[in-house]
């Protein structure tokens, strides 16, 4: 009995520090790679330093193009992406293509992507992040280099993106 309640109540802190969906903090211990190979070739797309301050805030978006939530997710966050550097607002967009570079290619053009997308055939960022595995996953850092906010799976609402970026950004 004691072991059923001690599960629940675990269950129940994790939940309340995890989910729905996302987490938030200001996590800065996690050392990233200083760049990733670009999904097109050429030079490597630079990912942010954490703990360090940033010309602008980042949002990380992490995807495969056999990942199903990817194939609504990523169009959305191409458009939103355009849509705020339009609109002026400072903050950078990059892909990781988990495990699928000539497919993960084909999937961003198709999606409309035109931010910088590296490919990350190891899994080391998320890994470096301490993040559960699984596809898609958005973390939005802010220009101090911390982890704002870190959404687990799909960020398809447009009020999600901005709400996080506006976060980011107001700092």
Same mark, same amino acid.
């Given at each position: 009995?004691?072991? /059923?309640?001690?599960?629940?109540?675990?269950? @129940? @802190?994790? /939940?309340? @520090?995890? &989910? $729905? &969906?996302g987490a938030s903090g200001s996590k800065t211990d996690a050392k990233l790679p200083a760049s990733l190979p670009s999904i097109e070739g050429g030079g490597p797309v630079v990912l942010p330093k954490l703990g360090t301050h940033q !010309?602008? $805030? +980042?949002?990380?978006?992490?995807?495969?193009?056999?990942?199903? !939530?990817?194939? =609504?997710e990523m169009p959305a966050l191409a458009r939103f992406a355009r849509t705020e550097a339009s609109n002026? +607002?400072?903050?950078r967009f990059i892909g990781v293509d988990e495990n699928d570079p000539s497919g993960g290619l084909a999937f961003t053009r198709r999606s409309g992507v035109d931010f910088p997308v590296g490919t990350d055939l190891d899994g080391?960022?998320?890994?470096? @992040?301490?993040? +559960? $595995? &699984?596809? !898609?996953?958005?973390i939005f850092i802010n220009d101090k280099g911390a982890i704002v906010f870190?959404? /687990? &799976? =799909?960020?398809? =609402?447009? =009020?999600?993106?901005?709400?996080?970026?506006?976060?980011?950004t107001s700092t």
């Open positions: 009995m004691f072991a /059923f309640v001690g599960c629940v109540l675990a269950g @129940l @802190l994790a /939940f309340g @520090l995890f &989910g $729905p &969906g !010309p602008e $805030p +980042v949002v990380i978006t992490f995807f495969a193009s056999w990942c199903g !939530p990817c194939e =609504s002026g +607002v400072k903050v080391v960022v998320l890994e470096d @992040l301490d993040a +559960v $595995p &699984g596809l !898609p996953q958005t870190h959404q /687990f &799976g =799909s960020v398809t =609402s447009g =009020s999600v993106l901005q709400t996080w970026v506006r976060r980011i």
